[in-house]
């Protein structure tokens, strides 16, 4: 019933961008929180940003700040993720999360999020 499906990854060169989509269904998106999520070969998952359920706030990693934005279309249910300028350090699946418990101002600690789509694969070339 519940489902998030990720969209939008695929290889693109260094400086290039992508815009990532995750379209929900099964439950009533503007009340749960959005997160995006990354894992790369050899590496941790990170949580990467996040948009909350209550007034739209963002939160952005250190290493995407200034380069990404999230945004969300609750009409539409659908969050995206528009990456700019891109490094192969971007590389790695990216995974969208829903979150009801999340209150306030979103964060990007991957425990507290219900519902996971099975990621989209984000390849930069150098």
């Known amino acids: 019933e519940v489902q998030l499906v990720e969209s939008g990854g695929g290889l693109v060169q260094a400086g290039g961008s992508l815009r990532l989509s995750c379209a929900a269904s099964?439950?009533?998106?503007?009340?749960?929180?959005i997160g995006w999520f990354r894992q790369a070969p050899g590496k941790e998952r990170e949580g990467v940003s996040c948009?909350?359920?209550?007034?739209?706030?963002?939160l952005y990693s250190d290493d995407v700040k200034g380069r990404f934005t999230i945004s969300r279309d609750n009409a539409k249910s659908t969050v995206y993720l528009q990456m700019n300028s891109l490094t192969p350090d971007d590389s790695a699946v990216y995974f969208c999360?829903?979150?009801?418990?999340?209150?306030?101002?979103?964060?990007?600690?991957?425990?507290?999020?219900?519902?996971w789509g099975q990621g989209t694969q984000v390849t930069v070339s150098s």
């Open positions: 948009i909350s359920a209550s007034d739209g706030a963002t």
């Open positions: 099964g439950f009533t998106f503007d009340d749960y929180a």
């Open positions: 999360a829903a979150g009801l418990a999340v209150t306030g101002h979103c964060i990007t600690v991957a425990t507290v999020y219900d519902y």
